[in-house]
Structure formats: C-alpha cells, structure tokens
C-alpha cells in the first residue's frame, strides 16, 4: 500500500525530533523535504540546500549540501535576490525556471541569528506539497528553538559547555573504531583549542559589562567567520572559548590558529579598540579523555598567558621543548 502524504510526514516528524545533533537535523530536514516532494509530485528534486546565514553584517550565507551538484551552486543574481528576500520578509518565495518547475524558497528563523536560514527546494516541474513544507518547516523551528535553550549560549549563539564532552566524545569515539575499513578512517586529525581573551576584565572595569558583553558577541561572530561549519565552537563562559579543529596536520593547525590570532589583533571593537587573545592547543588521539585533553590545552594556554598573551601555544611542542614537563608515574604535567 503507497504511503501517504499524511503517514510520511507524521514518520518524519518522529525522525527529526528524536535527533540532538543540529548538523544532523539539518540533513535530514534535507532528505525529509526531498522525499515529500517525491512522494507528492512522483518526480524527485533536483536539488534542496540549505543556506544558513554566516554574518549578519555582511548577509553572507553558506550552504549546506550534500547532493551531486553540489558544484553547481552558484546562483545568477535573481536567485540571491530572491534568496535575500525570503530571509529579510521571512516569507516563502518562488522563482519559475523554463523546464516548467522552478526554486522554492523556505525561510527558517530562529531566535538566534545562527541559526537563521533558507531552505531551497528546485524541481523540473510546480509542486503542490508547498503548504506542507511550510508546515513541517514551523514545527522543525520550534524543535530548533528548544535544543537551543539547552544547547547554545544566550549571549553569543555559539554551543555551550554542556554540548562539549558530547561532541568531543563522537570524535574521539569515531578514531577509537578499529573495526573500520581503511579508506573509512578519519582522513584528517583533530585539534581542541581553547581560545581566552587578554586582559577581558580591563575591559568590563574600563568600559563596563554592556561594552563587555558587545566584545564577546564580535568576538564570537569574527570566530564563526573564521574557522567552517565542520569545526565547532564553544563559549565556556566569561571570556573562553573552545573550538574542536579538523585540519591534516601540525602545520595547518597552526596556519589557522595563527591566522585567527592575527585577525583578531587586527580588528578595532568599538571603543574598546584592538583585543587581542592567547591560545593553547593540543592535538586529539583515540586513548585520551575529553578530561585530558582540556587539561592539556589549559596548561599550552596557561603558558601563552604567562609569556606574552597575543599568541598560539601547542602542548606536545612546550612538551618537546622541555617548557613542560610530564611525569610518567603519576600521569601529571606540570609547568617549569
């Protein structure tokens, strides 16, 4: 017996909510959007993407996709027009093609600019099913709404503390699976940096707390600017932040830190000036604990702070250098 529209969009429904894991849901909104249009039109979708606003200041957006024309996605100028008013009006708009079909675009908004977004569904011929998307849409929101209450900082937008040891845990669960085919393992290594704002008390005892608060909220939006999607960031409270990075190697690792770092020193917050920030890193492997490995972090940071600020200090090259020492009986490391 065919399924119904009805049965198919109760069964996602239970598909996306019983999902945590906000990059997750976003592609199985994807595929959940594209199979109820198959089953309503009898014809698959050319393509559904999603654009998730990067920066508000700029209404820089970058897509989410996954689909094999995903090199195709640059759009003629009437497309990111149409792309901008569905985000700016918050309603759905359409642009017909000549093969009879055309774009159909969704607006998701929350209330945090993160995660505000367009939906894009193109098909080679009109869809009914535009009522249900919207509707589907409404409820995907108000599920969003919630796991951002529990999952991301109220001030910045970025994940919380208490979204860390579950993401840290996938990762370093993924590089501990020795059952996987070869071609399968994780082609890239993994780097916790654990970021922390130079002489941040200066400035709430120069400027007071709202200056304050405006240096983390640039300082957190200039951090999404700066390192992918793929690499998540964390607000730890206060002034640090942590970031997990997947790069190939040491000398990439450093190349985008270092790059941050300078990005940051070069910017001007408003009447506060230039910030500048210290940062220690070290790199993940499958037989540490999340416990360890912000330890080891701490203690590069720790180092930076003590030596300058304005800087990038790695935990296996202090190792190495002999600025930190490591003892192998009791398992503690402690600073020269």
């Known amino acids: ?195 922390d704002i130079d002489h941040f008390k200066r400035v709430n005892d120069e400027f007071g707390h709202l200056i304050g608060d405006e240096v983390l909220l640039l300082f957190s939006q200039l951090m999404m600017r700066s390192f992918r999607e793929a690499d998540p960031v964390f607000r730890f409270g206060g002034e640090e932040f942590v970031s997990i990075i997947g790069c190939e190697d040491n000398h990439e690792i450093a190349t985008v830190l270092t790059r941050f770092n300078k990005t940051l020193s070069d910017y001007r917050f408003p009447q506060v000036g230039p910030v500048t920030v210290s940062i220690g890193c070290t790199k993940l492997t499958a037989d540490t604990t999340p416990s360890q490995l912000m330890d080891r972090a701490d203690l590069a940071l720790y180092y930076a702070k003590n030596n300058g600020r304005n800087q990038v200090c790695f935990y296996e090259q202090l190792l190495a250098q002999g600025h930190l020492k490591e003892d192998n009986k009791a398992g503690d490391i402690e600073l020269f």
Do not use: W
């Open 1 to 195: 017996m065919p399924q119904s529209i009805a049965d198919y969009f109760l069964q996602s429904l239970i598909t996306l909510t019983n999902e945590r894991d906000v990059g997750e849901l976003e592609l199985q909104l994807k595929n959940t959007i594209a199979g109820l249009v198959e089953l309503e039109s009898g014809s698959a979708a050319l393509d559904v993407h999603i654009y998730r606003l990067r920066d508000i200041s700029k209404l820089y957006f970058s897509v989410i996709s996954e689909t094999p024309r995903a090199d195709t996605l640059a759009m003629s100028p009437a497309l990111c027009q149409k792309l901008l008013d569905c985000y700016s009006t918050g309603e759905y708009c359409f642009y017909p093609s000549e093969a009879g079909g055309g774009f159909y675009f969704f607006p998701i908004k929350a209330q945090l600019a993160y995660n505000n977004s367009v939906l894009l569904v193109e098909t080679n011929q009109p869809i009914q099913a535009v009522l249900a998307i919207g509707q589907l849409l409404t409820i995907y929101q108000n599920y969003i709404s919630l796991l951002n209450d529990n999952e991301r900082d109220n001030l910045t937008g970025l994940l919380n503390r208490k979204t860390f040891d579950n993401r840290i845990n996938k990762i370093l669960s993924l590089m501990q699976q020795k059952t996987l085919r070869k071609r399968d393992q994780l082609a890239q290594s993994y780097y916790l940096a654990i970021f």
